[in-house]
């Protein structure tokens, strides 16, 4: 985690840059937000499940795997463009309040 | 209470404006069967209902009920960005413009505004879930019906994922009615109410 939110890459984050800075899987936004999406209704469906069927074991398992993905998606996508969640809107900390400056879903660009 | 995630549950990218469907789309905003009724329903019912399986389903589907609300918000504001006076005129979309201009406003397609009396808070586990298993028929309804006058392939696949999820709702109160029906006298369901005696 990063505790300086001046010291690192993040600085150096630029709006429109295409490509996420984090690491070599060069995952587009586009293609990762697509992800966070697809992972999220995953959650979304077998949360609905466990609700009513709280002791299946195969659920659960799933549940744990999809859910520490999308902690992990959401994570990335707020260093890279900016949070999607108030919980990550730290991995993204400039000298600016980014939670404002990205497009919101119903707008061009925005989900 | 909730918090804001800034993405749609399913996306909605629609290139072009048509404020004739747009007219159609918004009563699932605030139509008798729409989203935001949807909700309250659900999130009104929660708080006596005594089975924690069943206080779980109306939480997250009252919850997921929002995110509808908001794609629905969105096809109907993407439908209708940046209308010309002309366009308005042309459409049929200005009894709706001279109240609202381009904003989200909660009404059936009749111009009718959002009302709670479009569903029931009723305080009987058994009665509610019906309710709620209804509902989300009139729902799936209401976007088949929907679905037969869209030809914009980007309007019909983010209503064909809301028909969808109504189905899913469906088999999920479907459940919870069982639940609901094990805990109570098998020889009569009617015997107590468990929401009231107790």
């Known amino acids: 985690m990063n505790m300086n939110p001046m010291s690192n890459n993040n600085t150096m984050r630029r709006m429109n840059d295409m490509t996420p800075r984090t690491g070599g899987n060069a995952m587009n936004r586009r293609q990762l937000m697509d992800q966070i999406n697809q992972i999220s209704f995953a959650v979304d469906e077998v949360k609905l499940y466990l609700d009513t069927h709280p002791c299946d074991r195969e659920a659960l398992a799933y549940f744990r795997e999809m859910s520490r993905k999308r902690n992990h998606a959401l994570k990335e996508y707020a260093a890279a463009y900016g949070p999607l969640t108030i919980d990550t809107a730290e991995e993204s900390c400039t000298e600016r309040w980014n939670w404002i400056n990205e497009p919101w879903p119903w707008q061009e660009g925005g989900c | 209470m909730w918090n804001y ?137 209401t976007y088949d019906n929907i679905l037969r006058l869209v030809k914009d392939p980007e309007v019909a696949d983010p209503i064909r994922f809301l028909r969808q999820r109504e189905v899913v709702h469906y088999q999920r109160f479907g459940e919870s009615l069982r639940i609901v029906q094990e805990k109570l006298d098998s020889k009569n369901f009617y015997a107590f109410n468990p929401e009231f005696d107790k």
């Open chain 2, 5 to 141: 995630e800034k993405r749609l549950q399913y996306p909605v990218k629609i290139t072009q404006t048509n404020p004739k469907i747009a007219q159609i789309i918004i009563t699932q905003f605030g139509g008798p069967d729409g989203e935001l009724g949807a909700s309250m329903r659900y999130l009104a019912q929660r708080y006596t209902m005594p089975y924690k399986e069943v206080t779980g389903i109306l939480t997250d589907i009252g919850t997921e009920e929002l995110a509808h609300l908001e794609m629905i918000c969105a096809i109907v504001y993407q439908l209708t960005k940046d209308l010309t006076p002309e366009e308005i005129e042309r459409s049929g979309f200005a009894p709706y413009y001279v109240d609202h201009t381009l904003a989200l406003w909660p009404q059936a397609a009749s111009g009718t505004p959002w009302s709670a009396v479009t569903f029931q808070s009723k305080g009987d586990p058994i009665t509610d879930l019906h309710e709620d298993l209804a509902a989300e028929q009139k729902a799936r309804t």
